[in-house]
């Protein structure tokens, strides 16, 4: 069954054209055309990393009907009134398509008041404790697993031997590294904290409309402490000033724990890895291994892995 007809049948409107949108790491993204108006389609190939779409979308949704200004895109529910269906085996969501394009050159102080705002209101939200921060570590079996495929199998070539050759460079220190982590992680669930929604990923996702500005990919949203959405800014003292300045006239904090950014800065650099060096693994075309290897060159060691050499 194609993915036309699958909506077709699920929201009963006629489908004019389906259009390939930029693919995400865990979905594939498609702009649905029908004769009254443009929708926004995730289709999410990777199952394993969308466990909290099914509960997430439903407060997304709240969220977004709610909120006085329009910050998030909308859900929208089936026929049955479901929030996600399945293409295949694979779970989806249809959302409104928001005017605009995606933008790394926002307005950092209307992107702090967005996410402030959403932090806000989602206070007088009951707390989903399937969504709750749990600060957990990634599968260290799994990436030990992958670690040894890459530094210890013999006859690698192509993408699987240059990421063998890159993560050489490292070898020694990811397992300490790990286990810092692991200290970090003990540290936070031992913390009294007050828990708001966060998004997780905020800053590379935003849409740009004039004015206007909106936060989208919500998927993997979490009640957690306030350093979830923060420690992206926590290195840069003028963004870390003028979040703060938000926060404040919101009446949220404190936002700058050093334990807790410290759990998220290892924890980006973790998942990303073992996602990276999944994709790698799994994937059978070239193409999509090769970026999977730029992102682990880029995102990994070049982005957040020197941000780690300051953490205690």
Request: aromatic share 14%.
């Amino acid at each position: 069954m194609n993915i036309e007809t699958v909506l077709e049948e699920q929201f009963h409107f006629p489908v004019c054209g389906l259009e390939e949108a930029p693919r995400g790491f865990v979905a594939d993204t498609y702009y649905v055309h029908t004769p009254s108006q443009r929708f926004f389609l995730k289709v999410f190939r990777n199952v394993r990393l969308a466990g909290n779409v099914p509960e997430a979308v439903k407060v997304q949704y709240q969220i977004s009907r709610e909120l006085p200004q329009k910050l998030l895109p909308e859900p929208q529910a089936t026929t049955g009134g479901e929030f996600v269906f399945y293409v295949g085996r694979y779970p989806a969501v249809l959302y409104e398509c928001l005017p605009g394009t995606a933008s790394r050159s926002y307005e950092l102080g209307s992107y702090f008041e967005a996410l402030a705002q959403i932090h806000v209101y989602s206070l007088r939200l009951p707390v989903k404790r399937s969504l709750v921060e749990a600060f957990s570590l990634a599968d260290k079996k799994q990436f030990q697993s992958y670690l040894h495929y890459f530094l210890c199998t013999n006859d690698l070539e192509g993408v699987e031997l240059e990421a063998r050759h890159l993560l050489q460079n490292y070898e020694g220190r990811l397992l300490r590294h790990w286990q810092q982590w692991q200290c970090h992680a003990e540290v936070c669930r031992q913390q009294a904290v007050t828990l708001c929604v966060t998004h997780g990923d905020g800053p590379g996702n935003v849409i740009e409309d004039g004015e206007a500005l909106y936060i989208v990919d919500w998927d993997d949203l979490q009640w957690a402490p306030l350093e979830r959405d923060t420690w992206f800014h926590a290195d840069d003292p003028k963004e870390k000033e003028l979040l703060q300045e938000v926060l404040d006239c919101h009446g949220l904090g404190p936002a700058f724990r050093s334990c807790f950014l410290h759990y998220y800065t290892y924890k980006r650099f973790f998942d990303d890895l073992l996602d990276f060096l999944e994709g790698i693994c799994q994937s059978s075309e070239e193409s999509v291994k090769r970026d999977m290897l730029v992102g682990i060159r880029t995102d990994c060691f070049q982005g957040t892995y020197p941000l780690l050499s300051g953490l205690q």
